[in-house]
């Protein structure tokens, strides 16, 4: 089911809630279950079902579901699994709208049968599923608790959706080390029916809500995912940490897109197209977390280091340009701004160093300076422990310049660095959800998400870029080549497809003999380019069967002579249709662009740097579809190779608009053609501004069947 569902606040908010497999006995999770239900507070009506009837925890116990007079919105499932399939089908019956099943025992362990059929009967009576195999939910909105943690869990802005169970429950027992209230916890466990997208929904619109952060290991519907991250991220911080890398399957080793594509590069980059933030480990998930929870968002790009120390200056320096936090560098306006502050042997530029005697006023003058100036829009205070600085010396540093800068709606951050007085004061001030760090990279790294954050907010929505195809025509050279029993199109074919949709590729003509390989050259003109077709071999370089720059007949003659040999000795059952003569394109810059149908996310592109070299240097990054022009302009910015477009030594700036012109019309191939499952131009030669891209080489792989066009 992955629609929108509609009664999604009666799992967070429900007002009745049944606890199937209640138990008296403390050993059991139905006991902890029910147990942590009381203690949390639940105001609404709580239904111990259990078959012996009686009293759990001073609650009447009923023997069935069915024997409940009042609505119930929830059942929580804690029973064995093979009775659960039973239980739900009298839930559903009953008009249960939300089952949470703890129990494991289902997919996770191969019985997926029970798995599915649980689902069925429940959603067939608009029942839904969450779990099986989950340890629950905790809901602040109404102080459920009906998880068996065993920590009492602390309420407040965060929300977290885990499909890990287990690490799900060390995740509250961190929040309460850390002091990071929840506002809900969810485990989504084998996700048989409700999943991580049905759980944004409400957490989107969730006041109490104010940062969500995702543990996932696998995405289901991964199109339906980036729709509703996009909304989510465009409303609230989602930090997500994703652990497991698969291997893409039989597609990876049919083309370079498809290999370079392993799921976990496409998954981080698509996840950072959709603005969520993705984390190492759990420790910078928390970190970042906490900061964006507590602290406003910066008004503007301009930050400032702040320290009394030239060594930890040039470390947080390194730190603030890998995460992306931009140091202000008007000299002038910061000479003005931070000279009352600084020494005479001191620095103004930026990172302002107050030098090592610098007391805690001296950085409370400079700190004031910062937050006084409408041009500095972020702080980071790197404090090197010196004789200077005793507990209570960095508590007036730290928390009065921290609360000052709170109500002012300006961030800062603090670093200290040092021993054991760092130590006592950073575990004192944490507590107080004071952003404080004992690691340069640690704080400049929470600094940096929550600018990644503001800057995907601020983004305009910009119209999807799109192109009309003709798709009816491109339909029928993929039928031709199915019927030809190919799962790819020739060379030419590709070829012939590209000019259809407006991609400039070079002349080219097919020849089966000699004879007419040296007419072909000479209609397309020297030199020329000699490839082998044949629809056994998809990759022509690897047999010999190529020949570049054939300056004359005599060298076609020659060139045609050592493709035909190549290719009988390296595949010698290869059926060789002839060879393919070509004109010989203008060296330019060579990339590589690829679209594809990604098993996760559907229709996806990928941009790099292109040529021989692609897989050694994977300087590539993917995109899901559909996107704005501005967005594949930002994609292309962020391969390592950007700065040769923009031309290097000399070099006139090349012509990015051919680039994203061409990637927009692989784009509507792609989601529009259901035949086609994997295009690549490798290399796509880029030439100077206003001189356009030639397609060099085109691989188009088929599907297997015809997929939905969605
Ligand atoms: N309706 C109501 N109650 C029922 C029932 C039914 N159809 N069938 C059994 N019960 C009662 C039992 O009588 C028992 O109550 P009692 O203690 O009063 O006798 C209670 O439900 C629990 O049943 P029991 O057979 O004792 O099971 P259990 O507590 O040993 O195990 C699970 C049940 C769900 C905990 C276990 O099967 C399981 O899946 N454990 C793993 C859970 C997990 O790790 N989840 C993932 C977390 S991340």
């Known amino acids: 089911m992955s629609k929108q569902d509609k009664n999604i606040k009666y799992l967070f908010e429900p007002r009745s809630i049944a606890v199937i497999g209640a ?33 759990i925890e001073g609650i009447k116990a ?58 069925q009967i429940a959603n067939e009576k608009g029942m839904r599923i969450l779990g099986p195999n989950i340890f629950g939910i905790y809901t602040a909105e109404v102080s459920l608790n009906t998880t068996f943690s065993g920590s009492a869990i602390p309420s407040g802005g965060l ?28 485990s989504v466990g084998n996700k048989a029916d409700v999943d991580e997208a049905d759980l944004l929904e409400y957490l989107i619109t969730q006041e109490r809500t104010k940062v969500i952060l995702m543990y996932m290991e696998g995405v289901r519907d991964g199109e339906r995912l980036v729709e509703v991250l996009k909304r989510a991220t465009k409303v609230k911080p989602v930090v997500i940490i994703k652990s497991g890398r698969s291997q893409r399957g039989a597609m990876a080793a049919a083309s370079h897109t498809g290999s370079l594509a392993g799921s976990d590069a496409v998954f981080d980059d698509i996840i950072k197209q959709c ?73 103004t530029k930026n990172p302002v ?40 010396d960095f508590d007036r540093a730290v928390e009065h310049n921290y609360r000052q800068f709170k109500a002012a709606g300006k961030p800062i951050v603090f670093v200290l660095l040092g021993g054991e007085t760092v130590s006592e004061y950073t575990r004192d001030a944490r507590r107080k959800n004071i952003p404080v760090y004992e690691d340069i990279y640690d704080a400049v790294s929470s600094l940096g998400a929550m600018y990644s954050f503001k800057r995907y907010v601020d983004e305009k ?30 060379s030419h074919e590709g070829q012939n497809i590209m000019k259809m949709t407006g991609i400039p590729v070079p002349k080219s003509l097919i020849a089966m ?62 059926a060789i249709e002839g060879v393919e003569i070509s004109e010989m394109v203008k060296p330019g810059t060579e990339m590589i662009v690829g679209a594809m149908v990604d098993k996760t996310f559907g229709p996806t592109v990928m941009v790099g740097l292109g040529g021989i070299y692609v897989e050694v240097m994977k ?92």
């Not at 008296?24 to 009837?53: A, L, T």
């Not at 929505?461 to 799962?487: L, Q, T």
């Not at 020297?526 to 990759?539: C, E, N, Q, T, W």
Request: charged share 25%.
């Open 62 to 119: 009923y023997k069935s579901i069915m024997d409940i007079n009042g609505e119930i919105d929830v059942a929580c499932i804690t029973i064995p699994a093979k009775f659960v399939v039973d239980s739900v089908r009298q839930c559903a019956a009953k008009g249960v709208k939300y089952g949470i099943v703890i129990t494991s025992g289902f997919s996770e362990i191969g019985n997926s049968e029970d798995e599915r059929k649980m689902v």
């Open 513 to 574: 003999t000699i004879e007419s390989a040296v007419k072909s050259a000479a209609v397309i003109g020297y030199p020329v380019v000699m490839k082998v077709v044949s629809k056994d071999i998809l990759h022509k370089s690897d047999v010999g069967g190529i020949a570049l720059d054939l300056e004359n007949d005599q060298e076609v003659i020659s060139g045609y002579e050592a493709i035909m040999r190549n290719c009988r000795m390296n595949m010698p059952n290869a």
């Open 159 to 186: 929300g977290i959706v885990t499909q890990s169970g287990a690490l799900g429950l060390t995740m509250i027992g961190q929040a309460t080390v850390g002091n990071v209230g929840l506002s809900t916890i969810v």
């Open 353 to 392: 160093d107050i030098t090592g005697q610098a007391k805690s006023e001296d950085y409370t003058k400079a700190f004031d300076a910062a937050l006084h100036d409408p041009e500095i829009h972020a702080v980071l205070g790197v404090f090197c422990e010196t004789s200077m600085f005793t507990h209570e």
């Open 23 to 55: 138990s008296s006995d403390k050993g059991k999770i139905g006991h902890s279950v029910m147990n942590n239900i009381i203690k949390g507070g639940y105001q609404g009506k709580i239904y111990p079902i259990n078959p012996r009837g009686g009293e």
């Open 619 to 710: 300087d590539v990054s993917f995109r899901a579809l559909p996107m704005a022009r501005t967005q594949i302009m930002e994609m292309i910015k962020e391969i390592r190779s950007y700065p040769l477009l923009m031309g290097v030594r000399g070099e006139k700036t090349r012509d990015i608009n051919a680039l994203v012109d061409t990637i927009i019309k692989l784009g509507a191939i792609i989601r529009n053609c259901k035949g086609i499952s994997d295009i690549e131009i490798n290399p796509l030669v880029i030439y100077e501004q206003g001189m356009g891209a030639r397609a060099v080489d085109v691989r188009i792989i088929l599907s297997k069947e015809d997929r939905e066009v969605r």
């Open 275 to 347: 603005g969520a933030l993705r984390a190492e480990n759990m420790k910078e998930a928390f970190d970042w977390s906490k900061f964006l929870s507590n602290n406003p968002l910066p008004r503007g790009e301009n930050a400032v280091i702040i320290t009394n120390g030239g060594g930890a200056g040039v470390l947080a320096t390194d730190a603030c340009e890998k995460f992306g936090v931009n140091l202000y560098d008007d000299m002038e306006n910061l000479k003005t701004i931070f000279s009352p502050a600084t020494p005479e042997f001191g620095s």
């Open 461 to 490: 929505d910009d119209e999807i870029a799109d192109v009309a195809i003709d798709v009816k025509a491109i339909d029928s050279i993929v039928d031709g080549a199915r019927r030809d029993g190919r799962s790819f199109l020739f």
